[in-house]
């Protein structure tokens, strides 16, 4: 069974479309993560969902907005897309509440390969 | 701008060969943790150290965690084929808790 599961694997899409990414995790998990892995490999973390509570929002364009409709699902909605968005885009889930990312082991899925035209 | 500077950057080795990854930062962690990314795949946690000076062992992995908590490494012993991989670590900055991850290492072990 896979624990955190991400649709789709691949998006390529035109610039100034809107377009949503969906993650779930079987896992029983309280917290969710979006990270972002540019074409150099680094990992920055966008997003920290608890409980479908916003918990962490780094520096995000407002164009990004995820959407927690319930604990096991993490969705990623992105407007008005921009080339500058082509990245992979990582979900991730923990286990205990409240913790800061760090102190725990998060759980990544495989990714959704975003590409911008 | 709190950085977690890998080195080295790119590393290719023979199977059997000794290796030492070193992930540096001028800020202080309260936690630092180390990963291991395969091709398409979503990094998986290897290990998580919290005290200055910590170290931890992993089958063949030691990581050690510096006695300041601004720096760690990671040393493989006896590389295998099976260690290729994309090694990242992370860390919460103390006092501001940031997530940050470093600079990343490609590992390449050649059978």
């Known amino acids: ?117 | 701008t709190q950085l977690l500077e890998q080195s080295p950057q790119f590393l290719s080795i023979q199977e059997g060969e000794n290796l030492t990854v070193y992930c540096n930062s001028s800020s202080v962690f309260s936690s630092l943790q180390w990963y291991r990314q395969e091709p398409g795949e979503g990094p998986v946690l290897l290990v998580t150290v919290v005290t200055g000076g910590e170290v931890k062992k992993l089958k063949r992995l030691t990581f050690q965690f510096g006695d300041a908590r601004k720096d760690s490494s990671l040393h493989i012993t006896a590389a295998q084929p099976g260690d290729t991989g994309l090694y990242l670590c992370a860390g919460v900055t103390s006092g501001t808790y940031k997530y940050i991850f470093g600079t990343g290492t490609r590992l390449k072990v050649l059978a």
């Open chain 1, 1 to 117: 069974d896979t624990a955190v599961s991400q649709t789709p694997k691949y998006l390529v899409t035109q610039m100034g479309n809107d377009k949503s990414i969906k993650c779930e995790q079987n896992l029983g998990h309280d917290t969710m993560y979006w990270y972002k892995q540019d074409s150099k490999k680094f990992l920055k973390i966008m997003f920290s969902y608890n409980n479908k509570e916003l918990i962490i929002n780094e520096t995000v364009p407002n164009r990004f907005s995820p959407k927690s409709p319930d604990k096991a699902h993490l969705n990623l909605h992105i407007n008005s897309l921009e080339l500058g968005d082509s990245a992979v885009y990582f979900c991730a889930s923990s286990q205990l509440a409240g913790r800061a990312p760090g102190t725990d082991t998060q759980y990544f899925g495989p990714g959704t390969r975003l590409t911008v035209l």
